[in-house]
């Protein structure tokens, strides 16, 4: 039966309005994905949605009413931005809402915790790397890590013990036996995120809902290459599942 969902999240965050409009609108890809917005009410949005407000740097609204998704029939994505602190500081208001048509409780627990990822890959970028010009890359590892508990080889792969928490900096492991030098910014038993000098590394395990696990590499290098970024970390990611 389709059923109406919401997931609002509030949060402050030390970069001004204008900035956080910015990394919403024109910075998505340092942070989600690339996206694109008609500047203006009523203008075309990310995926066939329509801009249904847009007043800079205070309010965004998209709707789409023909997802494109057989489980979701409608989708909501609204922000809502103040000024805290004389304008040094912004204010958040995230809501996610729409319908899901099938299997509402998988769609809703994927969405509500993805949420909370994405979100935090938004205040990592604006805190920083806003403004910086990006090369992103993002793909699914091999069909075997969509098993139940498979995102565990991720972190052991990648040289994290067991106990490594948000906020510990590491040396991690990456593709062709290369270590790094990394901060551990988000780990749940379901997400990683890493932060280098230079990069947002996001690893999301998504065996909790039967997809494959992903990557997501936002590059702030100079030189930075997506297409070989994307050959490097889905080639590590498919030796991790190749036994």
Known sequence: MPKEFEIAREYEVDVAPDLMWDAITSGSGGWLWPMEYEPREGGAGPFGS???????PHRLTVRS?????????LNQIDHTIEARDEGRRSWVR??????FTDDWDNQYDGADKHTDFYLHTLREYVTHFAGRPVAFATFQGPGA???????AAVGR???LADGTAGGERVRAQGPGGRVFDAVVDYRTPHF???RTDQALIRFFGRDRWGAP???SVHDFAPDADAEGNEAAWKGWLDEVFAG
């Open 94 to 99: 995230y809501v996610h809402s729409g319908i």
């Open 192 to 194: 990683v995120g890493l």
């Open 213 to 215: 696990v992903g990557i």
């Open 145 to 151: 890590s969509a098993a139940a508990g498979s995102f």
């Open 157 to 159: 792969a990648l040289g």
């Open 50 to 56: 329509t801009i249904t407000a847009w007043d800079p």
């Open 65 to 73: 009413e023909d997802v494109g998704f057989p489980t979701q029939s």
